[in-house]
């Protein structure tokens, strides 16, 4: 019953204040209207300034997450809550094959246990996008990707256990569609084949095929699908096609040579609690993998794709925590594996001093129960205040600012924006920024542009322009508003709308004024 009660908890968490927390934000917006788009006009990609731009390689997810809101739209009409309903349902299937692998592995209660650490993740954090809860909610990819990386995990247990080269293609097949979903699980096949290595030199139970199967289909999946965004692309210079071919690999390393990276990251994964406890749970893991048989080999590629997880986390990405949480999330089997050894399987009671012809009598395990609240502690506590954030915050800023735009905009007026959230809420006419722009705004040193990002012009077509969360934390205009050009409109929490002034009413050194 206890894996039953998780899910539960969990439905309760997920479902309250579905529509205003976490407020949307950019990723979330840029992936709704995606899916908007094929609902809507029957196309897969983004508007821009009037030209639709067919697989974008901006979009960072698969079908797998587009195409189940598109539907969700297409049934219920557009809107946030229509589209977060299918993340929730992709979180909920996601926990269960999580629990359903940590039991598989170890027992029940371990899996109750670790599922409830992942939710809880991180301990601590100001980025609210990096709590699992906010990732659940929210239209992005990682969570339905973990569906399919532990879907596809269980399935390559059982061919296993079963000796079925069916479900080894099966499970290849999984991976492949988790690598769609998000570029980033290409990562555990890199454990994989880590897994082939250490079997070799260790644990001597598998054959080739039981990795070469899993690793051949699952790339053969996410190549066809790179195929299939390049041709319906229909790229016509070699810089588009460039860019739509290495989408899925910058995508995945979009992080890698950032100066500093190196140490911020493992700052974030320190601040998250995770080297805390992640540490012990690591040597624990490499006890547990030790013995010679299957087990020790499923225990290992758990183990393996948590520590290649987190190493290119560390050393690769970009260091937002939430690319953090599948390797954290294998990483806290073993955790609580620890710590239901720590509290004799979570027992509570250990039995008492028995004579000859008494009844055993029991008593309180002071012990266990100090480390079982300890850890209770480490769960509840960030939990709850998390749900006090879900229960207390309608932040309804976003709409609230794209339904003014909306009523201020005129139909067919070209809006400058870097704001996604907005342009899926609003039914204005956006221009927003290539692929090669935001890469350049993410790997962009933020303490070497105070005034902005000098390679952005504004187009001379815009009339308006947006400086919201994102383009504040870039500084994507504060070079072009620093110049004079634009004149303030309207204020609304963080976003800020804009009117381009005509030529001779802009500032000597504006972008427009110089064309």
Aim: glycine share 8%; net charge positive.
């Amino acid at each position: 019953m206890a894996p039953l009660a998780v899910l539960c908890l969990a439905a309760v968490l997920l479902l309250v204040n579905l529509q205003y927390w976490p407020p949307p934000w950019y990723d979330e917006g840029a992936h709704l209207q995606v899916s908007r788009n094929l609902a809507v006009d029957g196309r897969y990609g983004i508007w821009s300034a009037g030209e639709f731009r067919s697989f974008d390689p901006l979009i960072s997810v698969g079908p797998t997450v587009t195409l189940p809101i598109a539907l969700s739209f297409k049934w219920f009409g557009v809107g946030l809550t229509q589209g977060r309903i299918v993340m929730v349902v992709y979180a909920l299937f996601a926990l269960w094959c999580f629990m359903l692998v940590a039991r598989h592995v170890f027992d029940a209660a371990t899996a109750s246990v670790a599922a409830l650490w992942v939710l809880a993740f991180p301990s601590y954090s100001a980025d609210v996008t990096s709590s699992v809860l906010a990732l659940c909610r929210s239209a992005l990819g990682e969570v339905p990707a973990l569906l399919f990386v532990t879907a596809g995990i269980l399935t390559w247990f059982k061919a296993l256990d079963g000796k079925s080269t069916r479900l080894l293609f099966g499970a290849g097949l999984l991976f492949g569609l988790a690598a769609i979903t998000k570029s980033q699980t290409m990562l555990v096949l890199v454990g994989m084949a880590g897994l082939w290595f250490t079997d070799r030199v260790w644990h001597r139970q598998l054959d080739t095929r039981h990795v070469a199967i899993p690793v051949v289909v699952a790339i053969a999946c996410a190549s066809a699908w790179s195929g299939v965004e390049r041709y319906a692309a229909g790229a016509v210079d070699a810089q588009w096609f460039a860019e739509v071919q290495g989408g899925l690999v910058t995508r995945a390393l979009m992080g890698l040579w950032i100066p500093g990276a190196l140490f911020r990251n493992a700052g974030a994964l320190s601040a998250s609690g995770t080297l805390i406890w992640g540490l012990p749970s690591l040597l624990y893991g490499l006890y547990l993998c030790r013995i010679r048989d299957l087990q020790g080999v499923k225990r290992s590629l758990l183990l393996l794709i948590a520590v290649t997880w987190l190493i290119w986390f560390v050393v690769g990405s970009v260091g937002w925590l939430r690319y953090a949480v599948v390797g954290v999330a294998f990483l806290s089997m073993f955790t609580a594996k620890l710590f239901a050894v720590l509290t004799g399987g979570f027992a509570i009671w250990q039995p008492g001093d028995a004579s000859e012809n008494v009844t055993p009598t029991r008593r309180i395990n002071a012990p266990n129960i100090a480390v079982a609240i300890a850890v209770a502690l480490m769960i509840a506590s960030p939990l709850q205040g998390t749900f006090r954030k879900e229960m207390l915050n309608r932040d309804s800023t976003a709409m609230q600012f794209a339904a003014h735009l909306d009523s201020v905009v005129p139909p067919g007026a070209v809006v400058e924006a870097f704001e996604a959230e907005i342009v899926f809420l609003s039914a204005r006419d956006f221009r927003q920024p290539s692929l090669d722009v935001v890469m350049r705004t993410v790997r962009q040193p933020r303490a070497e542009t105070p005034n902005g990002l000098d390679f952005y012009q504004l187009s001379r077509d815009s009339t308006y322009l947006v400086n919201g969360p994102m383009s504040k934390r870039t500084s994507l205009f504060g070079l072009s508003l620093a110049r004079g050009c634009c004149s303030l409109l309207y204020q609304f929490g963080d976003y800020d709308l804009y009117q381009l002034g005509p030529t001779d009413r802009l500032g000597e050194g504006s972008p427009r004024a110089a064309r």
